[in-house]
C-alpha cells in the first residue's frame, strides 16, 4: 500500500473499535470533539508526508524499493538514531512539544522486541525472530500506526503480580493457552495514541519471577479486535479549538487511555513473548532503552517553548534588566539546552550490536537527560510563573478580549511595556498558563518511566568499577583489584628530588 | 442592624453593581453559575453567625454592646491576633483551605490606614483618624463585608507611576479635586472576593515619590458606585457543582477581579489619603504586616490537605513503606507543621504600640511562613505527584464510574491496596489533581506579596546590626561599634591557666 | 560541694584517665594543645558560676537548698524548659556557636532514662528509677561533669548487633553478669566532650530486638575506671590559640572520641538498664526528644554567626545592593529564625507528663527545627561563600598580615569597600572560611541524630490521622473513620438557594 | 631547545623570583614545602614527555618540525579541541582531578589575544598579531610554563577601575609610556600556578569604558622580572607528604598567588593590549571561551573521585542497599556525566573561524558544564558526607592506626562490612573528608569564573530569539518578526474534516 494519504488513515480508525469518553461509547473516533487535539496530532504525519521538505526524512524504502514510514526502519547505527531524533525533533517543534504522528511507544516496543527476541531465540529457538520480522514487514507495507501497551494498572504497588489480593488481573496477563493462540486478560493504563492507532502492541512493564510467568507475554492485536476497551482518561481545561486560551492542550493531545483486555484471543504469529519469564525484564529495560530517547527528544522541543514564553513575559512586563528574572532565564536556558545535548549524545554514543543488526541508545546519557528534565521541571514551571507575575492565575477569560463592551478595558489595563500590543501579552500569558497545569507537571515526572525508574536505571547502568577505581587509586587502597582505566596509570606524585 | 442572616447578605449582593464574565454582564452575582463557588465561600460566614459553636469566635461587641463582625475589630493584643487566626483557621479548616467569609483583604487594609492614619495625623492634622473610625463603626454597625484594592495592573514593572508610557492609568490615581470630594481612576487587579463584598477599600500597592503623588490615594466605596466596573478572572477547570472531580475548586473561589475606576466620584469622608504621598509606603508595607498573618494561616489550612492526600495516596497505593515515598512525606510534615508555628509566632511575639492602641504581627516570623510555603511550594506538589503517581494525570474522568457500562472496568482495574474501595483512590487522586493546579501554584507564589516581596520585605526586617555583631565578635574584628547583644559578653575563651 | 571552682574542675581532670591522640597517650588532658580549645569551653561554664549576672541562670537549689548546676535538674514544664534553651543558647552565644561547659549529651541520657526508668519499674520494678535519682543527686551535689555515650561504631550498617560478622563487639554489650556488676565491651564513637568530662553515662542507640538483648544496656561509670580508653577524633585545621585564622575553631571544640570499654565492671547501683530489651528503643527516642532541643539551640548561636559573617562580607565587598546577594541574605535571615523559633516553639508547647513529674519538648518542632538547619545547611554555606568571593579558598595566610615585608601589600591590595580597614574585611573572610569547613558541613549532618535519622522521627511523630481526616474530608471520602477535628466540621458549601 | 626534561624545568625556577609564604622569602620554589604539591603538578608533565604511551598526546611538532608543547599549538578545529580535552582529562586522572602540568590558564589567555588580536588589527592595524604570534613561537621553541592572570583583586565591587576610592590600582593598569615598552601597577589575585610557570601573561578581566582605558591592558613578563611579587595563598590542612590523610590534597595543589606589579616595565614587544579600551571586553569574554573547557574537563576527573568515593563508602558501610543512599548515588552519576558529555559536546559542537585559523569551544555547552557543576556542587558533598557517616567529621587521625598502641582497638571498632580491610575504610573516609574541603567549595564555585558569571555568560549567549519565535509560534503571536525555524513551519493543527 506504501504511504497512505490523510483520508485513508482517518477511515482506518472507523474500524468498530470500541471507545468511551466520559463513560459513553463514542461512535466514531474521528468525530468526537475529546479527540479532536489527538487526531490533529495524528493526521498531521499524513499531511507531512505530502509535502516534499518533509517526505525525505519521514518515508523510507523498504528492500522491496517500496515507500514505507521511517518510524518502523529498524536502526542499525549512530545515524540511524540521529535520523530517528530529528524525525521526533521536527514533528515536535511542529506540534508545540508533542511529538507529532501517531506513534512512538509501539515502534520502540517492536524495537525492544527485535533486540531480545534474537537473544531468546538463540538460546530457547522458539521463532519469535521471524514473527517480529513479519510483523515488522506488515506494518511497514500496510503504513499502520501502532500504538505500545506497556504500564499496566499494578493494584497494591508493594506486591509482584501474582500476590494481588482482591484479583490476579492487575497484570496482563495468559489465562488460556489454545492450540493456535492464546488468550490474555488484564488492563494497560496510560496508553498514548491508542485511539489514533491501528494496532496495539503489548509488552511486560517490568521483571518477573518465575511464579509470575504468566504475566511474561508480548502480543499484538488490532484496537478494534474483540474484547479491547479503551476508556480515555480526562483532559485538563479542554474546550475544542480554543486555541487562544490553551494554545497548546487545545492543539494536541496525545490521548492516554486505559486498555482493557477482556480475554482478548491473539493468534500464535502475533505472540512474542509466552511466558519465557526471564525475558520480562530484558524487554522492559531494552524498550527503556529505545524510549528515552523519544521522551529526551520531544521534551527538548517542549522546554524550548518553556524558555521561550518565560523570555517574552520578561519582556512584556519590562522585567528584562532585573538580575533575579535574568538568573531565571538563565537557568531556563541551561536546563533546557543540556537536555538537548544529552538526547543527542545518546545517539552520538550509542551502543551498536552489529551480530544483532540494531544499535540503541547509549542509555547512560538518555537516562540522563530524562532524569534532568522530570527531577527539574517543577523549578522550571516556579519560574515561569516568577517572571509571569499574578496575572498567570488570574487572567479574565479571553472571551472578555473579544467582547466590544470590555475589549477596551482589557487593553488599556493589561497592557505591559509600551509598543507591545496588549493582545501579544495576554496570548504568551495564556500560552505560560496552559504549558504549566498540573496535567503537564504529573505527566513529566511519570511518562517514560518515573522519576524513581530513572534513579534506579541510572544505578544500575553506571559503570560503578570505573569509578570506584578511580577513587580507590586516589585514595592509596590497594585491594588487588584492577581496572583498565587505572591499571597503567604513572604514578602520581612522580618521584624528583628538589 | 448587629449581624446579618444569610438572606439579607445575599440580598445585600444585588444591588445593581456592573461585573462582567467572559465578556458578559452578569445580572445576579448570587445567581451566576461561574460565581457561585465564591458565594459558597461568603454565605457560609452567615450560616455559622447561627450556629451558637462558632458564634463567640465570629461576633464581638462594640462599645455600644451591640453585637458586631468581629474581623473589623480593631487589634489591640497578642490575644486578639491569636483570636483572629483562630477564626481564620477555623473557617479555612471548614472551607477546605480557603478562607471562609466574604472578607479579609479589606479589614487588613482598613487596620493598616488605622495606624497610619494616627502617625499622618499627629503630623499633619487632616483628620483621617476620625474618618477611619467613623467609617469602621459604619461597617460594624451594618455588618458589610469590605473586599481590599490594593494591586494596581502595573503596565511596565521597570517604570514608575508616572513614568508608564501608554497612558498614566496604570496605578489608581486622583484625576479631579472637586469640593467635597474627588475623582479617581485606574484599575485593580487580582482583587479577591469583590463580587461578594459590599465595599471596596482601595490602598496603594508600593512607595510613591513626589512626582507620583497623585497615585498616592486611599479611600473606600461601596461596589456599585457609578463608574466601577468588575471583570471576572478566569478560572481553572470549573464544572458547577462537581464536587466528584474538583472538590475544592468547585466548592469555594476567591473571586478574584480586574476593578476599573472610570473617573469614580469618593466623597471626601471616605478619603483616607489624598496625595500625602510618604505615607504611601508605610500604608503598603503595614498592610502587609497584617495580611501575612490571613496568608499563613490559610495556607496552613491548605497544606494540611496537602499532606493528607499524600498521606493518603501512599497508603492507597500500597506505598507506605517505601523509603523515598516516606522521606517526602517526613518533608511534607516538616513544611505544613513549620508553615503553621510561624504564623502562631507571628501572633505570639506581635508588635504593640500601645499609644496607637493597635498591635500587628512579628513580620520576621509572618514574612518567614509566607516564604516557607511560596518558596518550597513547588516542590510539595512534586511530592504529591510523585506518590499519586501517573493516574494524577491520565485518571479517566469520574463520569465513567458513575456509569453502569464502564463502572465495572473502573471498579476493577483502579483498585489500589486491598481493602480500600476503589471510589476512595479514586476521589483522593481527583484531590491530588485538584490541588495541584497552576492557578494554585501560580497563586501560592504571587499572592499577598510575590516571592521577591517577601525576600525584600526579610532583608528589610532583619536585625542585620544583631547578626553583624555577633560575626565581629567572633572574626575579632574591633570598629568600635556596640550591640547591646554582644557588648557585655564575657570573654572567650575565658583566662585559665593549666 | 556545691558548686566547683574553674581550679577545682581543672583538677578534677587530672585523674589517670587513659586517653591517646595521634596514637600517642595524653599525660595530663588539661595540658595538651589538641585539647584547648575543648578545655576552653568546659572551664568556661566554672567562671561563669562565679559572675552574678549568669549565676542565676546556670546555678539551681537542691531540695535540701545547696546550690547546684542546674544542668541536672529534673526538667517539669516550660519553664523549665525555656530556662534550658536560655541556657544554652546564652553559652553558644559566648562561645561562638558551640554550647559552652562541659556537659550537655549526658545530663540529656539522664533525663531520658529519668522517664523510661519510671515506665519500666511500673511494669518490671527492678528498681531502676531510685538508682537513676541516687545518680542524679550524686552529680548535682559533686557538680560533676557528665559525657554521654550513645552512638555505637555499628559496623556493617545493613546488619542488626547481633548479625554482624566479624565480631559481635559493634555495639556496646553486656558480656558477664557478676553478683554485684555486670561487665561491658564495645566502642561507642562521636562521644563529644569526654575528656573534658568526669563521668560517662552510656545507653542504647537504636531499637533491639530480643536476640540483640545484650546489647540494651545503659550504665554510668567514672572516665578513669579501669579499661574505659579515650581516642581522640582528629581536627581540621587546629593552630593553638590561632584566634586569627581559626577564629572559631581554634577558640572552642568539642572533643569527639572513640571511647573502648575494655571488658568494664559497672557495679550495679550504676546500671540503669539490663537486657530488658524492649526499652532500648524507648530510651533512644526519648534521649532525642531532649537532646533536639539542645541541638536546635546551639544552632542557631551558630547561625546568627553564619548570617552575620554574610552581611559584614556583603558590605565589605560593596555587594549590599546586588539583588541576588541580597536575596541570599534574605534566605539567609529566613533560615536562621526558622531554626530558633522552631526550638523556643518546641519549648513552649512541650509535653508535661504529671505523672512522671517531666516535660521533654514538643518532638514535632525540635525535629523540624533539626531537620530545617540539617537539610538545608549546605546552602547556606553555598551562599557564604558566593558572597564571601573567591578570597575564600584563596586568602593568603594572616602571617603575612604580621610580616613587616609583605604587610603593605596586603593593606593595600586586599582593601574591599573605602572606609573598611583591611583587616577587617581579612578577619571576615578568615571566619566565613572557619565556619564552612568541611568537619561542620558533616557535623551538621550527622550530630544529634542523622539527615535520615530527622526524617524517621517527622514521619513517626506526625499526626498523619490528623492529615488524612482533613484530606478524606474535602475529597468526600466517607469511610466511617472519626476524627475530632474534622468530625463537628459543619457541611462544605452550606445550603443556600439562589 | 625542544621539550625540557624534568630536572631543566626544576632549574628554570630556581631564576631568582619574588615569592613569599606565610610573610616569608622563599629562597627556592622547588625546595619549599609548602609548593611541594604544586611542584609534583608540575614537573609530571616533563615526565610524562619521557613516556613514549603520552609523548604522543603531549608534544606537537613546530612548522619547522621541532618537538614543542602541544598545549601552545593553535586550535584550528573540532579535533585540535577534543585532543586538547583527551590531554586534559588524561593528565587529570593521573593527578586526582587536577590539571597536571604547570599551565593552562596562560596557554587559554594567548588563545584569547590570539582571535581578538586579529580582531583588533583589522581595524586598528597596531600590529599585535605578530607580537603574539612571535610570543607564542618564542613559547614553543623554549618549552615555556607560563601562567594566566586575569582576575585583579577589584577592591569594591560596585565600582568601576576608574571609580576606586582609597587607590587607583586595585585592577592592573598602565601608569607609564616609555619609548620602548609601559609601565605596569596593579595586582592580580587567584593566579594559579605562578610559582610552577616561567612567564605570565596578564589579560583583562572585564569590560572596560573610555574613562578606564588605561586598565585596558594585556602583556607578558617572566616571572622573575624586577618589581613581580607573589604571596602564596594559604591552604587548607597542609602536611607535607602525608597521602594517606589528605590523599589528594597533599600530593597536587594549583599554588594560587597574588601577583604585584610593582611598577614593573614591559617592553613593547610584549605588549598586546595597551588601552584600546574597547577590546577589553572581548578579550575577557574569549578567554572565557577556551577556559571553560580546561574547567569542565579536570572537574570532570574530580567528580569521578567524587562519585566513586561516595560508591567506596556505601559498599564499606554495608548501605548499598539502602533507598535513599542509591538514590543520592544515581544523582551523583547523574551529575558526573553531564558534566562530562557537556564539556565534551563543546568540543563536538565548537565555532570555528577559518579567517582566523582558529576554533573556540561551543560557549552554551561549555559554560552550561561550568553551571552545573558550581552550582550543584555542595547539594555532591551532601551527599558524600550522608553517605559516608559521621565518621567523616570524627576519624581520630591515621597515626592512631598507624600506632601499635591504638591501631588494634582502630582495627577493631572501625571496621565495616565484612571482608573489607579496616584500612580500606579509613582510607577511604579519608579520602572523601579531603574532596569535601570548604577550600574545594568555594573553588568550585569562583575558580574560572563564579557562579554569577556563568549566569551571565548563558544569558549572553542564548539564542534568545530562538526561544521566543517558537513561543510566539505557539502563543499564536503575529508580530511580523520572523526565524528561520519557524519560519517554514507547517500550519499546526493542519486542515482536517472528519
Known sequence: MAIRT????????????????????????????????????????????????????????????????????????????????????TLARICYGAGGGPCYVGPDALNALTVISRRLDRELKVGYVERVENYRKYLLKNDLALAGAITDVKGDRSLR???????????????????????????KFHISRTPICNEIFVSPTRAMREEDKDYA???????????????????????????????????????????VFNDVFVPMERVFLNREWPYAAQIARMFGNFHRLYADTYKYADLEIVTGVAALMAEYNGLEKVEHIRDELAWLVWYTETVGILGKAACDNCVVEPELGIAYPNALYSNSAKFLFAN?????????????????????????????????????????????PTEHRLRATMLARDISSSWVQGTTIHAEGSLSAQKISLTAIADWEKYKAIARRAARISDGSEHPLTRDLPLFPPKWSP
Open 376 to 420: 527539574y521541571y517543577h523549578e522550571a514551571i516556579k519560574y515561569v510563573q516568577d517572571i509571569t507575575g499574578g496575572i498567570v492565575a488570574d487572567l479574565p477569560s479571553f472571551k472578555n478580549f473579544l467582547s466590544a463592551e470590555t475589549r477596551p478595558y482589557m487593553e488599556k489595563y493589561f497592557q505591559g511595556k509600551a509598543g507591545i
Open 6 to 89: 490523510p483520508e485513508q488513515y482517518l477511515r482506518s480508525l472507523r474500524d468498530g473499535r470500541v471507545m468511551y469518553v466520559d463513560g459513553k461509547k463514542v461512535e466514531d473516533v474521528t468525530r468526537h470533539p475529546a479527540l479532536k487535539p489527538a487526531i490533529n496530532l495524528g493526521v498531521l504525519l499524513y499531511h507531512l508526508y505530502q509535502d516534499p521538505r518533509f517526505r525525505p526524512l519521514l518515508v523510507t524504502q523498504t528492500e522491496e524499493g517500496e515507500d514505507a514510514p521511517f518510524i518502523f526502519k529498524r536502526l542499525r547505527n549512530a545515524e540511524d538514531l540521529l535520523r530517528r531524533r530529528e524525525y521526533i525533533l
Open 217 to 259: 507475554v508480548s502480543f499484538a492485536v488490532p484496537v478494534n479486535t474483540p474484547g479491547v476497551v479503551l476508556i480515555a482518561a480526562g483532559q485538563e481545561h479542554f474546550e475544542e479549538d480554543n486555541f487562544d486560551e490553551y494554545p497548546v492542550s487545545a492543539s494536541r493531545h496525545t490521548a492516554e487511555v486505559l486498555i
Open 161 to 187: 503480580p501474582i500476590e494481588q489480593i482482591p484479583h490476579k488481573d492487575f497484570y496482563v496477563r495468559v489465562v488460556d493457552q489454545k492450540k493456535d493462540g492464546i488468550v490474555v486478560r488484564g488492563a
